[in-house]
């Protein structure tokens, strides 16, 4: 899982990167406490390294990250070594901070109680003095903005998208998936309301790329005290998608989650199958071809577990008065079917892959369209 702030360029100043330090921060507190992540002490002991992330490619990784690769950026480091600090008792009050050191550019320490600085990236190796290093801050501008409340108040609401990539033949060859979630790291009227944070995760198979997205989003939230109905929310969607019926769902969040949690499955997985009707018998990959977008929909089913696979095709996800009586069918086609079949799916696979395939709101219906325009950018995973 790797984590971004969702936010207008125009936006990005110390105290919201501050506010994005002291998140991770706190996840990286969770992480130790659990052991899921060493201190930046051991680390150091370790040998891992200060190195800068790619240019487009920043975010703010937490401990386990740099762990499994052996280097952080500064932006890593400073919340790791501020975690650090806090769990193991030496200052409960340190924090990551931002300091200026280009127009664009930051470079993130740690603040002790005291007033004292350290500096871990120093300590890993980091070359120069502060003010000539720095990152541009992981951000990336909001998926898309709801008009909700009184007097027509923008807000973020959560959201979840999903795109293929493609290999050079133009099929996918893995999937990228991308959570939002509101994030209010103050008290009212103190944090931007065009703020979310962002959780990445990608992976070849549909599925387990909405699934780490959603559940790193969820750890990041409960490590920051978010909204306990949009945690269930992130949970239901994510127990949905490994396959749990409408009915586990419903004994375990209630029957609104369970709805919702049931929609987000059948737009991501079971659109196109859905667009087909009531199918007692016949093919469904070849009808599938007559089916508009139905290529892209069929590629993210493919790429699924059998157990979502099950549960589409039997609409598991559904309450049970919305299943229809007879739901479709998948019967084994001829190699010469599947190529011709696969053939026009190709041709449209990287087109379609410049843009995340579909957004949907966990709190309401989903956007007239579906396609979030030029204005969502995915960093390089």
């Not at 936010?7 to 994005?20: D, H, K, Q, R, Y």
């Not at 240019?55 to 975690?83: K, N, Q, S, T």
């Not at 190529?339 to 449209?348: F, I, K, N, T």
Request: aromatic fraction near 6%.
């Amino acid at each position: 899982m790797r984590v971004n702030i969702a936010i207008p360029e125009s936006n990005v100043t110390a105290p919201v990167l501050n506010g994005a330090l002291e998140t991770v921060t706190r996840l990286n507190e969770d992480l130790i406490k659990s052991g899921e992540s060493p201190t930046s002490h051991q680390l150091l002991e370790q040998g891992a390294k200060w190195k800068p992330e790619p240019p487009g490619d920043e975010h703010f990784d937490h401990g386990a990250l740099i762990d499994a690769r052996g280097w952080g950026d500064c932006d890593d480091w400073a919340p790791l070594h501020a975690a650090t600090l806090r769990a193991t008792g030496e200052d409960p009050g340190a924090k990551a901070v931002v300091k200026k050191s280009g127009p664009k550019r930051w470079h993130a320490t740690v603040i002790r109680s005291d007033g004292s600085e350290d500096d871990p990236s120093l300590a890993a190796g980091m070359p120069g003095p502060a003010r000539t290093v720095g990152a541009r801050g992981a951000f990336l501008p909001m998926m898309q903005r709801t008009v909700s409340g009184v007097n027509g108040a923008y807000i973020a609401r959560p959201s979840l998208a999903l795109r293929p990539i493609p290999d050079r033949m133009g099929q996918p060859e893995a999937w990228q998936a991308r959570t939002d979630l509101p994030w209010h790291w103050g008290p009212p009227g103190t944090s931007p309301n065009d703020v979310a944070m962002a959780a990445l995760h990608m992976s070849p198979v549909a599925d387990q790329a909405v699934t780490g997205a959603v559940r790193g989003l969820w750890r990041l939230g409960c490590a920051n005290q978010a909204d306990p109905e949009q945690l269930n929310r992130l949970m239901a969607i994510s127990d949905a998608i490994e396959g749990a019926s409408w009915e586990e769902l419903n004994a375990e969040y209630g029957p609104e989650h369970a709805t919702a949690a049931g929609s987000v499955v059948g737009s991501f997985f079971g659109s196109a199958l859905r667009s087909l009707g009531r199918v007692a018998k016949g093919l469904v990959r070849p009808a599938l071809s007559l089916v508009p977008g139905g290529g892209l929909a069929t590629a993210a089913f493919d790429a699924a577990s059998p157990a979502l696979q099950h549960s589409v095709l039997k609409q598991a996800y559904k309450p049970p008065a919305e299943r229809t009586a007879s739901p479709v069918r998948v019967v084994q086609i001829t190699p010469q079917q599947q190529a011709a079949l696969s053939r026009p799916a190709a041709a449209a696979a990287p087109a379609a892959a410049q843009q995340p395939h579909q957004i949907i709101n966990f709190f309401g219906s989903p956007p007239p369209s579906m396609s979030p325009g030029p204005g969502v950018a995915w960093p390089r995973s």
